[in-house]
C-alpha cells in the first residue's frame, strides 16, 4: 500500500493531538486516559476550527471559569524551598470546592503574590491551614493577613496550625507574637480604612499527634490531621474530604505511616519531594553530609516519595518542594520511576488541577501580571477616625506646605462623590 506524504502529516498530526490531550487530561484509575481523548478523536473527525471563532485553550486564565458544583480546583501558588527565587514561591496550596469554601494549605515566603494573581476575593480567602512553623511554609501570612485586609477582606483571618511539644513551639504562639511584631503596621492604619480585616489571628492549635482527628467541619467538608516527621515535633499534615472527593496535603516529612494509610486512595495527593541529592551538593552548595541528611532524613527523597505514592496509589500524586529546572526535573522524575509508575505532576508554581469524580485535567495558569484587587464582597465600612493616633508636634513641624497643589484633588473627589472632605 502506498502511504502518501500528506496522509503521514495528517496521521502525525492526530497522534500529536492525541497526546497532548492524554497529557492534559488524566483518570488515573486503572491507569487509564478520560473520556475527554474520545473527544478528541471526534473532533479529529469533524474540526472545528474557525478562522473567527475563538477555539478552546488548554491553560487556566484566574477569573474566566465558573466552578462545577462538584468540583475541585486546586493552584499550587507556592512550590519552592525557604531560599527565594523569582520563579518559585514557597509552599501553598489554594484549594477550591464547588459548594463555594476556600483554603489556604501552607502560606509560605513568597506566595502572597501568586494567591493575588487568582483574583478571589480577599473575604473567600480567610481561612489557612499550616502544617508547621518553618517560614517556607507560613512566611507569607503577614503579607496575606494585612494585604488582604486592605483589599476587601473584612472579617479576621481563621489559622489552624499544630501545637507544639512547648506552648512556644506552637502556631498560637508564632502568630500571637507575629500580631505583635505588626504593631507599627496596625497602629498606622487605625482610624484610616476599614479595621474589620485586621483583628488578631482567630488561630485553632489541635494535637499534632492527633491520627486522623477532625480538626475542621463545616459546610460539608471535613478536614483531619496526621503527624508528619520532619525537624522537630510538631509538624502535621492535613485529609480533606467534600463531597466524595479526597484531597491528601503532605506538609515536610520523612516518609510515614500514617500519611501512607490515611492519605490512601486520595482523588488528588501533596507530598513533598526533595532536590535529589547530587544536585543538592552542585547546585545548592550543600556539604555531602548535609545534603544526605537533609535531602534523605529530614525530607522525602525522590525514591521514598514514590514508595510512599505505590501504596497511596491516588488519582494524581503531586511532588513539590524542590527547585524544577530543566536539568533537575528528569533526575527526580527518573528517581520517581524507580518506585512508582501512577499518575504523577511534578508541581511548579501556577500548575493547576481541576478534579472531579470523572476526570483529572492539569493545566498551567495564565495570568495578569498587572493584576488590581478583586472586588470586596461586602461595601467598606468607614473607620472610626478618632482612633487615628496623631503625629507628634516634632514630625507635623516638618510638613512643607504643599496644600494649594493637593486642593484640587479634595475638590475633584468631593465634587465627584459629594463629600465635603478636609485636608489635615
Ligand atoms: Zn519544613
Ligand atoms: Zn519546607
Redesign the pocket.
Known amino acids: 500500500m502506498k502511504i502518501t506524504k500528506r496522509a503521514l502529516i495528517v496521521a502525525s498530526m492526530a497522534f500529536m493531538a492525541l497526546m497532548l490531550y492524554k497529557w492534559g487530561h488524566v483518570d488515573g484509575r486503572e491507569g487509564k486516559s478520560s473520556g475527554i481523548i474520545s473527544d478528541a478523536i471526534a473532533a479529529e473527525k469533524s474540526p472545528k476550527a474557525s478562522p473567527v471563532k475563538a477555539h478552546a485553550r488548554d491553560f487556566y486564565a484566574p477569573n474566566s471559569e465558573d466552578l462545577g458544583p462538584d468540583e475541585m480546583r486546586l493552584i499550587a501558588c507556592g512550590t519552592g524551598m525557604p531560599t527565594a527565587r523569582p520563579k518559585q514561591a514557597a509552599s501553598c496550596w489554594l484549594l477550591e470546592l464547588g459548594n463555594g469554601d476556600k483554603f489556604i494549605f501552607d502560606v509560605g515566603t513568597g506566595s502572597a503574590e501568586r494567591i493575588a494573581a487568582m483574583q478571589i476575593p480577599y473575604n473567600y480567602l480567610d481561612k489557612v491551614f499550616l502544617s508547621?512553623l518553618?517560614t517556607?511554609?507560613f512566611g507569607d501570612l503577614d503579607a496575606l493577613f494585612v494585604g488582604g485586609a486592605l483589599a476587601g477582606r473584612q472579617k479576621p483571618l481563621r489559622v489552624w496550625g499544630p501545637k507544639g511539644d512547648t506552648p512556644e513551639r506552637g502556631t498560637k504562639y508564632a502568630l500571637d507574637h507575629l500580631f505583635k511584631a505588626l504593631t507599627w503596621d496596625l497602629d498606622g492604619r487605625a482610624g484610616i480604612t476599614d479595621p474589620r480585616g485586621y483583628q488578631p489571628f482567630e488561630v485553632t492549635e489541635f494535637d499534632y499527634k492527633g491520627v486522623n482527628e477532625i480538626i475542621y467541619q463545616e459546610n460539608g467538608v471535613t478536614i483531619r490531621s496526621i503527624p508528619a516527621i520532619?525537624?522537630l515535633d510538631g509538624?502535621v499534615s492535613f485529609i480533606v474530604e467534600w463531597n466524595g472527593l479526597k484531597f491528601a496535603f503532605g506538609?515536610?516529612t520523612y516518609p510515614n505511616k500514617w500519611y501512607a494509610k490515611y492519605a490512601k486512595g486520595a482523588d488528588l495527593a501533596i507530598h513533598e519531594c526533595f532536590i535529589a541529592v547530587p544536585d543538592m551538593i552542585t547546585k545548592f552548595q550543600f556539604t555531602p553530609q548535609s545534603a544526605l541528611a537533609v535531602g534523605t532524613q529530614i525530607h522525602t527523597a525522590p525514591e521514598a516519595f514514590g514508595k510512599i505514592m505505590s501504596i497511596v496509589k491516588p488519582r494524581m500524586a503531586v511532588a513539590y518542594h524542590f527547585f524544577k529546572d530543566f536539568d533537575t526535573t528528569g533526575p527526580i522524575n527518573d528517581r520517581i520511576r524507580t518506585t512508582y509508575d501512577g499518575p504523577l505532576s511534578l508541581a511548579e508554581d501556577y500548575m493547576v488541577w481541576n478534579i472531579s469524580k470523572d476526570d483529572i485535567r492539569v493545566r498551567m495558569a495564565i495570568y495578569d501580571e498587572d493584576a488590581w484587587p478583586p472586588p470586596a464582597t461586602e461595601k467598606p465600612q468607614l473607620p472610626d477616625a478618632s482612633l487615628r493616633i496623631p503625629y507628634s508636634d516634632f514630625i507635623v513641624g516638618g510638613k512643607y506646605d504643599v496644600k494649594d497643589v493637593i486642593q484640587p484633588t479634595y475638590d475633584e473627589i468631593n465634587k465627584k462623590y459629594g463629600l465635603k472632605e478636609k485636608q489635615d
Open positions: 508547621h518553618h517556607d511554609h520532619h525537624s509538624p506538609g515536610d
